[in-house]
């Protein structure tokens, strides 16, 4: 499970001291973390960071006296300034959400999507193979969710959206990005969480400190039993003649379909990574 992080843009002088943790996706955070008078200043400091235009930028679409209206004047800028990738935050409805992909139809733009109320929610549902050619990754901004229904947050509220948009993400061939933990003093349940996730099929997870890294950076989501399974597995498919033509096999007395390889070749990869 990959981690993408946030980090507010007020900190991105910290960015440096984060790269030994080998993080798959950086955030920006322009929306909730700075004040709207210190956004140029600090593009740009942005813009003077190696492979700037690489990280995500979380930014505002809407005008800040008025959550339903959009103003796009920022991200426009930026695209301006040469950065494609973006995370879009509080958008509410699909209406909305064909408003500024239609706006910005031109530019080729690498999207993650932030699933925040249940409109969204709802009409994506059904709709979210649409999208697969625009959007290259959604994601739960829980909080922000459960805020919006008047619930607690807890992952036993959360069991049925976080399936759905998993769901979604494996319909439409995009990246799955599990919920952000707030409690930073709890590492066993963040790492429940974590496992949580992976365990559900989750590509990656936000994360919003670097003690949260190491918690992912250590967790072994698989035992060496579940390996020794796996490498016999792949052993007993070498040994089929013919390769082309699939037929089920038997290992340790179960027989081993088509889906239980692919599962073996995950398990080996994430295995050696961990251990080895």
């Not at 974590?194 to 890294?213: E, M, S, T, W």
């Not at 052993?235 to 390889?261: D, T, W, Y």
Request: neutral net charge; charged residues 30%.
């Amino acid at each position: 499970m990959e981690a993408y992080f946030f980090i507010p843009a007020s900190k991105i002088d910290k960015i440096q001291s984060i790269f030994s943790y080998q993080i798959m996706e950086f955030i920006i955070d322009f929306e909730d973390s700075i004040k709207l008078s210190e956004r140029d200043q600090l593009v740009s400091k942005l813009i003077e960071l190696p492979v700037a235009a690489h990280y995500y930028l979380r930014v505002p679409l809407h005008e800040s006296s008025n959550p339903e209206r959009l103003d796009l004047t920022f991200i426009s800028k930026l695209i301006e300034r040469g950065f494609k990738r973006f995370v879009f935050p509080k958008i509410i409805s699909i209406k909305q959400l064909d408003e500024v992909l239609n706006i910005f139809e031109e530019e080729v733009l690498d999207i993650v999507l932030l699933i925040e109320n249940p409109r969204l929610y709802i009409e994506l549902l059904n709709t979210i193979n649409s999208y697969h050619n625009r959007i290259s990754a959604i994601g739960l901004g829980s909080h922000d969710f459960m805020a919006s229904i008047g619930g607690k947050h807890t992952l036993q509220n959360l069991e049925v959206v976080r399936q759905h948009i998993l769901y979604m993400a494996k319909a439409a061939n995009i990246i799955s990005i599990d919920i952000a933990s707030m409690d930073l003093k709890d590492a066993e349940q963040f790492r429940s969480e974590v496992v949580d996730g992976f365990d559900k099929g989750y590509n990656a997870k936000f994360v919003i400190h670097p003690r949260q890294l190491q918690i992912m950076q250590d967790i072994k989501f698989y035992n060496r039993e579940e390996y020794v399974r796996a490498v016999k597995i792949m052993e007993k498919l070498s040994l089929e003649k013919n390769k082309m033509e699939f037929a089920p096999i038997v290992v340790e007395g179960k027989i081993i379909e088509r889906p239980h390889i692919e599962n073996a070749r995950k398990i080996i990869a994430n295995y050696k990574k961990k251990h080895i």
